[in-house]
């Protein structure tokens, strides 16, 4: 399926990274469900590429957000991982939803922040330290690749089933990434997930960015045959060493959205 790059280069330009953190904010995949309940969910079909357009984030819809589409399409098959295990971590790491959907969108929520003043930008500003310090304040900010899929039958569920079993297989890490931009995993950690939707898996990649490590976070929500995959990086975060998350603000418009 073809699918934007735009968020690829989002999530891995500066050296790339992939963490990630698994905790199940609320399932309702239980062995216990009522008889009959396989043959509804095979009977489900998927929303449209429209439909999923009317649905998904769009400009002026998150307070202190910029919501953009995302251009230069790429296909899912650009991706790869070193384990093939953990590839369901890759395509979330690079933007996509963890296993292949029936239709996918995607944008970008970035943090609407200033740039620099001239000031801090001149050479005085250079020379007494003020430019680095505004950089890195510039860089503190938190950006966002947002994927809406949708699936038939019951294959949203075994995305996050498929999600949650890379989790667990991956907690050492891997090497994945586009082709032409694979970057090396350490460590993928539980994170504490928002609890939206009808399920949700939230975790934590360090990546190794020529010996520097550095987090990444991501969530995946559930609504009904529909999945929301959140990946965040915040650069100026990480060259600091503060603590920062899917921004919750961004969580809660998009499951506004798909209630």
Same mark, same amino acid.
């Given at each position: 399926?073809?699918?934007?790059?735009?968020a690829?280069?989002?999530?891995?330009a500066?050296?790339?990274?992939?963490s +990630?953190? #698994?905790?199940?904010?609320?399932? @309702?995949? *239980? $062995?216990? &469900?009522?008889p =009959?309940?396989?043959?509804?969910?095979? !009977?489900?079909?998927?929303l449209?590429?429209?439909?999923?357009?009317?649905?998904?984030?769009?400009?002026?819809?998150?307070?202190?957000?910029?919501?953009?589409a995302?251009?230069?399409?790429?296909?899912?098959?650009?991706?790869?991982?070193?384990?093939?295990?953990?590839?369901?971590l890759?395509?979330?790491?690079?933007?996509?939803?963890?296993?292949?959907?029936?239709?996918?969108?995607?944008?970008?929520?970035?943090?609407?922040?200033?740039?620099?003043?001239?000031?801090?930008?001149?050479?005085?500003?250079m020379?007494?330290?003020?430019?680095?310090?505004?950089?890195?304040?510039? +860089?503190? #900010?938190?950006?966002?690749?947002? @994927?809406? *899929? $949708?699936? &038939?039958?019951? =294959?949203?569920?075994?995305?996050?089933? !498929?999600?949650?079993?890379?989790?667990?297989?991956?907690?050492?890490?891997?090497?994945?990434?586009?082709?032409?931009?694979?970057?090396?995993?350490?460590?993928?950690t539980?994170?504490?997930?928002?609890?939206?939707?009808?399920?949700?898996?939230?975790?934590?990649?360090?990546?190794d960015?020529?010996?520097?490590?550095?987090?990444?976070?991501?969530?995946?929500?559930?609504?009904?045959?529909?999945?929301?995959?959140?990946?965040?990086?915040?650069?100026?975060?990480?060259?600091?060493?503060?603590?920062?998350?899917?921004?919750?603000?961004?969580?809660?418009?998009?499951?506004?959205? +798909?209630?």
């Amino acid at each position: 399926m073809k699918r934007s790059q735009g968020a690829r280069t989002c999530a891995l330009a500066v050296g790339g990274a992939l963490s +990630l953190a #698994l905790i199940t904010g609320c399932s @309702d995949g *239980s $062995s216990t &469900d009522a008889p =009959g309940t396989a043959r509804k969910a095979s !009977a489900v079909k998927a929303l449209s590429a429209a439909q999923l357009k009317q649905r998904i984030l769009a400009r002026g819809e998150v307070d202190g957000y910029k919501v953009n589409a995302i251009g230069e399409a790429a296909t899912r098959s650009t991706v790869r991982s070193s384990d093939d295990r953990c590839r369901p971590l890759a395509y979330v790491l690079t933007g996509l939803a963890p296993a292949d959907p029936a239709s996918e969108i995607g944008r970008t929520v970035r943090e609407d922040k200033k740039d620099p003043t001239d000031d801090a930008t001149s050479l005085d500003a250079m020379a007494d330290g003020r430019f680095e310090s505004a950089l890195k304040d510039s +860089l503190n #900010l938190d950006i966002t690749s947002l @994927d809406l *899929s $949708s699936y &038939d039958g019951d =294959g949203a569920r075994q995305a996050l089933r !498929a999600l949650s079993a890379a989790l667990q297989n991956c907690t050492t890490g891997f090497t994945g990434g586009t082709s032409d931009d694979e970057q090396k995993v350490t460590e993928v950690t539980p994170a504490k997930a928002s609890g939206s939707g009808d399920e949700s898996i939230a975790f934590t990649a360090t990546t190794d960015m020529d010996g520097d490590k550095g987090p990444l976070h991501a969530e995946v929500v559930r609504y009904g045959n529909t999945v929301a995959t959140y990946f965040t990086m915040n650069i100026g975060a990480m060259m600091t060493g503060k603590t920062y998350t899917v921004p919750p603000a961004v969580i809660k418009a998009q499951s506004a959205k +798909l209630k």
